[in-house]
């Protein structure tokens, strides 16, 4: 039954035409369907607005506004800064309650542009990274463990320090961020498999206890390395062409880059456990359009050869765009969690799965051209 259902999904992505009749790959399609998929998502929240779910979707949402210049999808990101009066999460250090601050930063910009002041609604964020920053350095020697601890921490808070770094003009959260990020790559990266385990349980010390997948191989989450790549590009965006540890972030994406690319699956997408596919039913869209999002993003900066990489973002790109309904709803995505489930199908959303679909389809337009 297990493997009738799976390849039952795998048959309908392949063959299922686009829900809105038309290519995926002509611009003014991929516009339609990301704002069909902002204002869905809007009309059916979820969460907090500034909980670390939303921090992904509003960043895709943002990326909707620059690709479409719909000014409603503008007003939805002021309307939603405005419910919460530009707060972040409310614990200091957790990079979960950071990467609202990444939309924050970028209405900011926009404003600024137009002329307007944003000293106070940038204030509770200039505030956070203020404290966060001193706390850290002041608590340094007397903590037994690091700060982001688990791999989805690469997401929420790089980038959002990196953009702070930039519209602060203080360039010292850069190296901050740095910091931090070393002692994540060092605990989680897996040289082996070029992947980054979801944190210290999943980590292999040569024990019966190591957790296994139902082949035997290593547990590396699919979302969770998604999370990764896409905080990745996020964060190089804002790197300064000359800072100097700017190198080892492009050699991680290529990295990631290059195993991503080799395990992708015949349907387009990649399943919730990378190793062990065949224990998974159905693809996953939010780590795969996380995935998309990236590489579709290496290839539009020039760090990715795009002969190479295009028809991988493509063939991702096809799946996703079949896996949004009429009505905007993106499917596939797997629940919140911190492993590998199978606990999701076509009618499973979540709000970062608009969120990895919309930034997705932004690159998809850069990639494809007006």
Request: net charge negative; with cysteine.
């Amino acid at each position: 039954m297990k493997k009738s259902y799976w390849l039952f999904g795998l048959i309908f992505l392949m063959v299922a035409p686009s829900v809105f009749g038309q290519s995926a790959f002509e611009v003014k399609n991929i516009k339609t369907a990301m704002e069909k998929a902002t204002f869905w998502q809007l009309d059916h929240p979820k969460h907090k607005d500034y909980d670390w779910t939303n921090g992904a979707f509003y960043a895709g949402v943002f990326t909707a506004y620059e690709t479409t210049q719909n000014e409603d999808i503008f007003q939805a990101l002021l309307d939603m800064g405005k419910r919460v009066d530009w707060r972040p999460g409310l614990r200091l250090t957790h990079a979960d309650d950071h990467a609202i601050c990444q939309t924050y930063i970028d209405v900011a910009r926009v404003l600024e542009e137009k002329g307007e002041n944003t000293w106070r609604m940038m204030n509770p964020t200039r505030v956070v990274f203020e404290d966060f920053i001193e706390f850290e350095y002041v608590q340094r020697e007397r903590r037994d463990s690091i700060t982001w601890w688990w791999c989805d921490a690469l997401f929420m808070g790089p980038p959002a320090l990196a953009k702070y770094a930039n519209f602060s003009d203080n360039k010292r959260f850069l190296d901050f961020n740095d910091s931090l990020f070393q002692e994540t790559y060092d605990l989680l990266w897996d040289e082996e498999h070029h992947l980054f385990a979801r944190d210290v349980d999943y980590l292999w010390r040569g024990t019966k206890d190591d957790k296994k997948e139902a082949n035997g191989r290593k547990i590396f989450w699919s979302r969770g390395n998604g999370w990764v790549m896409g905080g990745l590009a996020r964060l190089l965006e804002e790197l300064p062409a000359d800072y100097p540890k700017r190198a080892f972030y492009e050699r991680l994406f290529k990295e990631m880059a290059v195993k991503i690319a080799s395990i992708q699956q015949e349907d387009g997408l990649w399943r919730a456990s990378l190793l062990d596919p065949e224990s998974y039913p159905g693809g996953e869209t939010s780590g795969s359009g996380f995935y998309c999002y990236a590489l579709a993003w290496g290839i539009n900066q020039g760090l990715l050869d795009k002969a190479t990489y295009e028809p991988v973002v493509k063939k991702a790109w096809s799946s996703l765009f079949q896996n949004i309904n009429e009505e905007g709803r993106v499917g596939w995505v797997q629940p919140i969690g911190q492993d590998p489930r199978k606990n999701f199908g076509p009618d499973s959303w979540e709000v970062y799965g608009t969120g990895a679909f919309l930034l997705a389809g932004s690159e998809m337009v850069k990639l494809i051209g007006e």
